[in-house]
């Protein structure tokens, strides 16, 4: 079993949205059991909330269920949980790799590593209209579906 964590700044938006679309995906292809997921922010701000409801809102939209997941900050029990930490930007694995203890085995990556052509970071949607959460959604497509077949 490959343990997956996917981690942003609030675990609101991105990261949520990360962990739905993974679910859905294994759901769809019958590998529930070959993987283990989870998402979490790096921040404390929401924790205990449910994602942003424009994230929520994409996400209908595209078939992917979201309703049911709420905000908690990564923990350094998480560096020993999983084994591959997945972070949406550049800001969210300097600040995982700042806290990561040195005897993990957890490894630290970037979401879109996996894609081509697409840009290095999942870009941070809070603050913009409706089209930045789809473009956050077909980017999370892309690199969940990458990700999946490099594990099955
Ligand atoms: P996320 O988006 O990191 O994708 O969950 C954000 C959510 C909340 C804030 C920033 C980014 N905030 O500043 O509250």
Request: charge should be negative; hydrophobic fraction near 40%; charged fraction near 25%.
């Amino acid at each position: 079993m490959v343990k997956v964590l996917f981690v942003c700044l609030g675990n609101i938006c991105r990261s949520p949205a990360a962990e739905a679309t993974f679910r859905h995906l294994c759901q769809q292809q019958g590998t529930n059991q070959r993987f283990a997921w989870d998402s979490a922010g790096t921040a404390a701000y929401h924790i205990g909330k449910a994602a942003d409801s424009r994230m929520r809102e994409a996400a209908q939209a595209r078939g992917i269920a979201m309703d049911d997941l709420r905000a908690r900050q990564v923990k350094v029990t998480d560096f020993y949980e999983y084994d591959l930490i997945i972070a949406m930007d550049k800001s969210n694995l300097a600040n995982l790799k700042a806290i990561q203890p040195v005897d993990s085995k957890a490894d630290l990556v970037l979401m879109l590593d996996n894609a081509d052509n697409a840009p290095a970071e999942v870009p941070d949607p809070y603050y913009g209209g409706m089209d930045g959460f789809y473009q956050v959604l077909d980017m999370l497509d892309t690199a969940c579906r990458r990700l999946h077949d490099q594990h099955c």
